[in-house]
């Protein structure tokens, strides 16, 4: 199927019209019509190639939603018109232990990813969202519920499950006292699914001016970290830190404000290496830990969470012309708090 798309022709070229091909369903596959797809920060990395590795002509986007355009012989699991999304992967080994246990994203031998990757068997590359239509095996498509708005569901696909895995394995409670650092397209569902846990909610940004909106977003604190002083007065204050920021910063500083036994879970990927002391951990028996998106099994149980507690993104649509300037708006982090593409606007 001839399929309209918006590709990065090669590394850190601008994103320009083009036309992918789109297999026929298989028995087991569904066809997803894409009405919309959140921009991921992720998508400017590997677009242009600062992760290394990039697969060119490349279209991004793994924060997919639509409705069902056809099934397979063999689907049960969906029907046409069924509302559902696509996130991170679409498919991975299936036979190791992270696969058999629903940690999919851990797979062994390589989950497959929605794009700048290749398909299993025929190591052709995949594209993601910035298209009309998607086919994916039914066993990697997420059902959103009805209650959640499409538009704003699309960016829990990748930002909503990357905070909310972490939150749940390492068993944050109601009651518990949590830091998010930095205030973007991660960070304020970081806010929104720690308050809907029954968390108590820090913000901690560099930036002073982001206080309101932190509040707005459910916060019941804010602190700015450009005052040295924040790191003195919070210290020994938090059960988990959820840090998401991105850019290079200082992990020691921030290890101390954890209380004893307190974990501080890495979620943004700095593109240099942060230097760390044994000091904060041992002195104070924390814990560093990461965490990469999450399962299938795990990403429904997100969106159903999220259905109940009436959790969404808070979006701005965009036409899929204005790409480029949306990409330029979050380096400069001019968004509030994920770019989302109108997908009609391809036709």
Known sequence: MTTPAYAAAEAKAPLTPWTIERRTPGPHEVQIEIRYCGVCHSDIHQARAEWGGGIFPMVPGHEIVGHVGAVGSAVTRFKVGDSVGVGCFVDSCRECKP?????????????????????????????????????VNEDYVLRVPASIPLDRAAPLLCAGITVYSPLRHYGLKAGDHVA??????????????????????????????????????????????????????????????????????????????????????????PDQPVPLSAGPL?????????????????????????????????IELIPIEKINEAYERMIKGDVRYRFVIDCASFR
């Open 99 to 135: 696969c058999r246990d629903g940690e999919e994203q851990y797979c062994q031998n390589g989950m497959t990813a929605t794009y700048n990757s290749v398909e299993r068997g025929t190591r052709t590359p995949t594209y993601g969202g910035y298209s009309t239509r998607i086919v």
């Open 180 to 269: 998010v650092v930095g205030l973007g397209g991660l960070g304020h569902m970081g806010v929104k699914i720690a308050r809907a846990m029954g968390a108590r909610v820090t913000v901690l940004s560099t930036s002073p001016s982001k206080r309101d909106d932190a509040l707005k977003l459910g916060a019941d604190d804010f602190a700015a970290t450009s005052d040295k002083a924040t790191f003195k007065k919070l210290a020994g204050s938090f059960d988990f830190i959820l840090d998401t920021v991105s850019a290079p910063h200082d992990y020691n500083a921030y290890l101390g404000l954890l209380r004893l036994d307190g974990t501080m879970i890495l979620v943004g990927l």
């Open 282 to 314: 041992i002195m104070g028996r924390r814990r560093l830990v990461g965490s990469l998106i999450g399962g299938i099994r795990e990403t429904q149980e997100m969106l159903d969470f999220c259905a109940e507690h009436d959790v969404a993104s808070d």
